[in-house]
C-alpha cells in the first residue's frame, strides 16, 4: 500500500515531492485533520488533485455525535473549538465519503481515534486493505473527548500501548499525532518511533477555554476546547524542532500555519511535510498558496529539492 | 459557490449600529438565492480567523448589499471599510428559502435586522404578503420601507411602544392570524433571534401552517466541513446533527429540536 509514485515535475523547477513512509506527495502541504471536512465541503473552491496529501476528520469505529453547542469561539489570533471528534464512523466513511475521494489522485489519509487502545486498533485493522485509504494519522491528542484522545497522548504507558497494538493491526503508513500538552515533546516522539509509528505529526490544538463575562459562564458548551491558529505557531515551531531531533522518522509540522513562512519555518526545524489548519476557513485557497510561496523560496535559495530544507536550522 | 475579491461601492448607516455595506460582485452576487449568505472575510491581519456569516439583503446584476449591526470585533472592522476597500466574499452559501407557491399567501416575520434575509423572498415571491417586524425600539425597525416600495404591506412591533403597536412582532402576527383564520393557504418565513423563532413555529404548528425559519449561528468554515454550527433536527424517533452552513441556514419549523440553549450574538 501506499508505494505509488508521484512523477518528476515536468518544468524545470524545484522537486517539491516527499514521500512520508510510502505516502507519495506531489507537494509536503497537506489539509489537516477537522479542518477540511471530508474533501467534498472545499471542493467547488480548491483542486483537491494539487494538494499534498488530504487529512480527513477524526474517524472511529461507531458514528460519533460529539459535542453539544455552541462548539466553536474566535481567541485573539486563533479559535477554540470542543467538536468532539462528531463523525460517521468507519461504515458511513467509507460508504458515504470514500467513494467521493476516490476519484481524486490525492493521497487521502485517515485520521483515526478510540476510546481504548483495542478501539483503536480495530479502527486501524478495518483501514488496513481498504483502497484509496494512503496512509493512518493516529489521534492520540484530541483534547475534546472525556476519555481518550489526550489521555493516550499525555501518558508514555498508553501512548507506546495505543501505538504498538494498532502497529499490529494494519500495514498502512502510520502517522502518529503528538499532543502538546506535555513538558518533554521528544520523549513522546522517540516512543512513538519505538513502537512502531512511521511518521509523527505534530501538533494538535492546545487545551483552552473562553468565558463570557456577561454571563459569567463559559463560552463553549464543553466547558473547554483546543486553541488553533496564528496564535500557536511559535509554540508548535519549538516542539516540532524538538521532536524532529529526537527521532529518525519524517516529521509532519502543524500548527498556525497561514502562510509560506510558517511552513517554511516548520520544514526548516526539522518536518519533512506540513500541514495547514485553521487558515483553511480564513482562505480555502491557502494550501496552493503555501505550495506556490515554498516553490518561489526554493527558487530565491538555489535549492534544487524541498527535502534539502527538511531540517536545515543554521544552530551557531 | 465562490470566492472573489469585491470593493466596497457605499457603507451608509440605518441609524443607531445598523449599516449597509454594499459590494461589487460579478461572481457571486448573480448567482444568490433568496436566504441565501455570504461569508465574508473581515480582516486581513489574522486576529480574527473566522470569516463571518451575513445573509445577503439585496443583489444587483453585479453587486450585492448587507444589512448588518456592530456588535463585537468583526463588525467594528467592517465599519471602517469605505468605498474602494476591498474585503474577500465567499458564497452563496447554505439552501436558502423555498419560494411560497403561486396560490400561496406569504407572511414573513422579522426580529431587528432578520428582516434583511427576508427581502430577497418578498421580491421574488409571486404574491405581495406581510411582513411583521419587530425590535426593543423604534431604532431597531429595519427596512419598512423597502418592503413598502414593493408592494408589500408592514406591520411593525416594538417592545416599548415607540413605533408601531407596543409588544413583539410575533404578537401581531398571532393577532392577524386570530383574526384571519380561515384564510387560504399560507406560508410563514421568518429570520430572527432564536426565542422568536421559537415562536413562530408554536403559531405555525397551532396553525398547521408551515414555516421556513432561518437560523443564525457562529461559524468556522460556512461550507460544512468543521461541524461548529451544527443544530439537532429531528431524525424518525430520535435526533441528528444538521449543519446550519450547509444544510441550513433555512429549516422548515418542524424539522428543529427546541432547546433552552443559550444562543450566540457576538459577531
Not at chain 1, 519555518?265 to 482562505?283: E, H, K, L, Q, R
Not at chain 2, 433536527?233 to 446550519?244: C, L, N, P, T, Y
Request: positive net charge; aromatic residues 6%.
Amino acid at each position: 500500500m501506499g508505494k505509488r509514485k508521484i512523477d518528476a515535475p515536468a518544468t524545470n523547477g524545484p522537486d517539491m515531492r516527499v514521500n512520508l513512509a510510502g505516502i507519495a506527495m506531489k507537494n509536503p502541504v497537506m489539509a489537516a485533520s477537522g479542518t477540511f471536512g471530508y474533501g467534498k465541503e472545499y471542493a467547488p473552491l480548491v483542486d483537491l488533485n494539487k494538494l499534498g496529501a488530504l487529512v480527513v476528520k477524526g474517524i472511529s469505529l461507531r458514528p460519533e455525535r460529539g459535542n453539544e453547542t455552541p462548539r466553536i469561539v474566535e481567541a485573539a489570533g486563533g479559535l477554540i473549538n470542543a467538536i468532539g471528534l462528531q463523525n460517521p464512523g468507519f461504515d458511513g466513511f467509507t460508504k458515504k465519503h470514500l467513494p467521493f475521494l476516490k476519484k481524486y489522485k490525492v493521497p487521502v489519509i485517515v485520521n483515526i481515534w478510540g476510546r481504548s487502545a483495542e478501539e483503536y486498533a480495530e479502527v486501524a485493522g478495518r483501514f488496513d486493505g481498504v483502497r484509496g485509504v494512503q496512509g493512518l494519522e493516529v489521534n492520540i491528542s484530541c483534547p475534546n473527548i472525556k476519555r481518550g484522545g489526550i489521555a493516550f497522548g499525555t501518558d508514555p504507558r498508553l501512548t507506546a500501548e495505543v501505538v504498538a497494538k494498532t502497529r499490529r493491526k494494519t500495514k498502512l503508513p502510520l502517522i502518529v499525532k503528538l499532543s502538546p500538552n506535555v513538558t518533554r515533546i521528544g520523549e513522546f516522539a522517540r516512543i512513538a518511533e519505538a513502537n512502531g509509528a512511521d511518521v509523527i505529526s505534530l501538533i494538535n490544538s492546545f487545551p483552552a477555554m473562553a468565558i463570557d463575562i456577561e454571563t459569567r459562564a463559559p463560552v463553549l458548551a464543553n466547558v473547554t476546547g483546543g486553541l488553533s491558529g496564528p496564535a500557536i505557531h511559535p509554540i508548535a515551531l519549538k516542539m516540532v524542532w524538538e521532536a524532529a531531533a529526537a527521532v529518525e522518522i519524517p516529521v509532519v509540522g502543524m500548527g498556525g500555519i497561514t502562510s509560506e513562512k510558517e511552513a517554511l519555518a516548520f520544514i526548516i526545524a526539522g518536518a519533512a511535510a506540513v500541514a495547514v489548519g485553521t487558515a483553511n476557513f480564513t482562505d480555502p485557497g491557502i494550501i496552493l498558496k503555501v505550495v506556490k510561496g515554498i516553490e518561489a523560496y526554493l527558487v530565491r535559495c538555489k535549492l534544487k529539492s524541498v527535502r534539502e530544507l527538511t531540517g536545515s536550522l543554521q544552530l551557531s | 459557490m465562490q470566492t472573489e475579491t469585491a470593493s466596497v461601492i457605499e457603507q451608509r448607516s440605518l441609524g443607531g449600529d445598523y449599516r449597509v455595506l454594499e459590494f461589487a460582485s460579478s461572481k457571486v452576487a448573480p448567482r444568490v438565492k433568496p436566504g441565501q449568505f455570504i461569508h465574508l472575510r473581515v480582516d486581513e491581519r489574522n486576529e480574527l480567523v473566522l470569516r463571518r456569516p451575513f445573509s445577503v439583503f439585496k443583489t444587483g446584476k453585479k453587486s450585492l448589499a448587507i444589512l448588518y449591526k456592530i456588535v463585537g470585533r468583526g463588525t467594528q472592522i467592517l465599519a471602517r471599510l469605505r468605498p474602494g476597500d476591498r474585503a474577500g466574499i465567499m458564497g452563496p452559501l447554505g439552501n436558502g428559502f423555498p419560494l411560497p407557491a403561486s396560490q400561496t399567501f406569504p407572511l414573513l416575520a422579522a426580529g431587528g435586522y432578520g428582516a434583511a434575509a427576508l427581502y430577497l423572498l418578498a421580491q421574488q415571491a409571486r404574491k405581495k404578503g406581510i411582513i411583521f417586524i419587530g425590535g426593543a425600539t423604534a431604532d431597531d425597525i429595519l427596512c419598512a420601507d423597502d418592503f413598502k416600495k414593493i408592494g408589500w404591506k408592514v406591520k411593525i412591533a416594538t417592545e416599548d411602544g415607540a413605533a408601531g403597536q407596543k409588544g413583539l412582532a410575533t404578537d401581531i402576527l398571532t393577532e392577524y392570524l386570530s383574526e384571519k383564520s380561515k384564510m387560504r393557504q399560507m406560508a410563514l418565513y421568518a429570520c430572527g433571534p432564536m426565542g422568536m423563532l421559537k415562536a413562530v413555529a408554536e403559531i405555525a404548528v397551532k396553525n398547521g401552517q408551515k414555516a421556513w425559519l432561518s437560523l443564525d449561528r457562529r461559524m468556522g468554515c460556512g461550507v460544512g466541513a468543521c461541524l461548529g454550527c451544527v443544530q439537532k433536527v429531528k431524525d424518525g424517533k430520535s435526533w441528528k446533527w444538521a449543519r446550519v452552513c450547509r444544510d441550513g441556514p433555512v429549516f422548515e419549523c418542524r424539522q428543529i429540536v427546541w432547546e433552552n440553549g443559550k444562543w450566540e450574538k457576538e459577531k
